[in-house]
């Protein structure tokens, strides 16, 4: 079994604007921007004691991280390590967008300790992004990455966004290969989903936009895994590859089930039983931490609960499953269920643990949710 160390999570809940189909917690207008970072700084020092054991990671997401000040971020991370026995060499990552980019700024995140920089890049073509609703256009797209390549920080990598309505292999092709001819280390890439109540699925909806065929899609992610498998970058997640010693140790973290704390508004935290989301409001979370009031909600979850996550999340890691790290026994997985994928060659065991094939990396989230255990397990 590999060890992993607990890991420290900042939401920064600020954008510049709202791409069209996103649905993660952050707000527009920063005027609260001030009152939520100091009552950040507050859950952060009022919840020092839930982690004991080393951190080795801290990772500030959102929103857009890159609009606080480099100032604002080195705070944090001079709190954390005052706060937890963070280990000398924690990876240290931010999400930035491509706007928010220059020389000086980059020099700067690596003076305050940032170790890896998550560039928000989505695509490199200008039209894609003005559809996406993102605040860059296609020429910071490609300054952001040159810029990036050559600023020296321990990794890096990008997003980009596929199965995107009218997209070919071809359009594809090209994103990849301007990525790859800037080294690119790690790459993020996502299919597009519809999720509820963003502006997407409002177009969807008003069938002003057609999303494209899972056929299309599926002969995407089969591409991009061509390409990364030829350059290199091994498929260590359904949605992420990397060469190696560049995969993310914190999002491995968390797909292990390794206990985190989550700061700031719509943060989770995991204490290895327990699940706990802070509320997913900048004004409540502000209001509640002046008046020492609850600002989150808390589910202990049930050993079949923790079995399930751990196999909807380790299926998609290509070190799959432990089934001995199960917190029930393996013996109460749908057995007609691993059978039939396993013949139908999606999934296999080997070394004691079930792992996807090339096949099954298709089907993640179908074959996970047909092996679940159910409460009756117990
Ligand atoms: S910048 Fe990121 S977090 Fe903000 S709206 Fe766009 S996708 Fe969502």
Redesign the pocket.
């Known amino acids: 079994m590999i060890l992993r160390m607990a890991g420290v999570y900042f939401h920064i809940p600020f ?1 510049k ?3 069209t189909y ?1 649905d ?1 917690h ?1 707000s527009t207008s920063l005027e609260t921007r001030p009152g939520v970072v100091d009552a950040m700084h507050e859950e952060l020092a009022k919840r020092a004691v839930e982690l004991t054991g080393p951190v080795g990671t801290i990772y500030f997401g ?3 991280p890159s609009l606080l000040k480099p100032e604002e971020i080195a705070a944090f991370i001079g709190r954390a390590r005052r706060a937890f026995p963070v280990i000398p060499d924690a990876e240290v990552t931010l999400e930035a ?1 491509p706007d928010d980019i220059t020389e000086e700024r980059l020099e700067q995140w690596k003076q305050i300790g940032i170790t890896r920089l998550s560039l ?1 890049t989505q695509s490199f073509r200008g039209e894609r992004l003005k559809w996406m609703g ?2 860059h256009d296609a020429e910071q797209a490609l300054s952001s990455i040159a810029l990036i390549a050559k600023a020296g920080f321990a990794s890096w990598t990008i997003d980009l966004i596929y199965g995107l309505p009218g997209m070919t292999i071809a359009e594809w092709d090209e994103q990849l290969t301007i990525a790859l001819d800037h080294g690119m280390p790690h790459l993020s890439a996502y299919c597009l989903t519809v999720e509820a109540k963003t502006a997407l699925a409002h177009q969807v909806k008003k069938a002003l936009v057609t999303m494209p065929d899972d056929a299309d899609q599926s002969a995407q992610f089969d591409r991009l895994m061509e390409r990364m498998e030829a350059a290199g970058l091994e498929h260590y997640e359904i949605s992420n590859f990397g060469r190696p010693g560049h995969h993310s140790r914190h999002n491995t973290s968390y797909w292990e089930g390794v206990p985190y704390l989550g700061i700031g508004p719509s943060a989770h935290s995991f204490d290895g039983v327990r699940r706990r989301w802070n509320v997913a409001n900048n004004t409540r979370y502000m209001k509640a931490m002046e008046m020492g009031e609850t600002y989150w909600d808390e589910e202990l979850l049930t050993p079949a609960q923790r079995t399930n996550e751990l196999l909807l999340t380790g299926l998609r890691t290509s070190n799959g499953v432990e089934l001995a790290r199960l917190p029930l026994d393996a013996a109460g997985l749908q057995p007609r269920a691993v059978e039939r994928w396993t013949v139908s060659g999606h999934l296999e065991q080997r070394d004691g643990r079930l792992v996807l094939t090339k096949a099954g990396r298709h089907f993640a989230d179908r074959i996970a949710s047909d092996l679940f255990v159910s409460e009756d397990d117990r």
Request: charged share 15%; proline share 0%.
């Open positions: 954008c604007r709202a791409c996103c993660f952050f959102g929103g857009t967008n928000g993102r605040a």
